[in-house]
Nanobody
Framework: QVQIVESGGALVQPGGSLRLSCAAS????????VGWYRQAPGKEREMVAS???????NYADSAKGRFTISRDDARNRVFLQMNSLKPDDTAAYYC?????????????WGQGTQVTVSS
């Protein structure tokens, strides 16, 4: 059974930093495209950052220069380092792992972790 678990969300002041962690069981994250998404109340879910099996990284414009996605293959985890946080970064953050293998799509989501940026 596949399980994706996010952690690291918290209440932080503007300008602060957080590191989110995405841990997986039942799949090997390095074989997937792993993305961090976020959803604020009343808004659609949006992609924040992603990393491919080949270590290609992609960032939303709002995340460029502030957020860094990385992967620890030995621990089967993907991280999102978030610096210079702003109130607009307040949202539930979700980890997603997806891949297409021999025409079969596998797509897994975690339950999310809440990030609140407020003074």
């Amino acid at each position: 059974q596949v399980q994706i678990v996010e952690s690291g969300g918290a209440l932080v002041q503007p300008g602060g930093s957080l590191r989110l962690s995405c841990a997986a069981s039942g799949i090997i994250l390095s074989r997937y495209v792993v993305g961090w998404y976020r959803q604020a109340p009343g808004k659609e879910r949006e992609m924040v950052a992603s990393i491919t099996s080949g270590d290609f990284r992609n960032y939303a414009d709002s995340a460029k220069g502030r957020f860094t996605i990385s992967r620890d293959d030995a621990r089967n985890r993907v991280f999102l380092q978030m610096n210079s946080l702003k109130p607009d970064d307040t949202a539930a953050y979700y980890c997603n792992a997806v891949r297409m293998n021999y025409g079969v799509s596998s797509n897994y989501w975690g339950q999310g972790t809440q990030v609140t940026v407020s003074s």
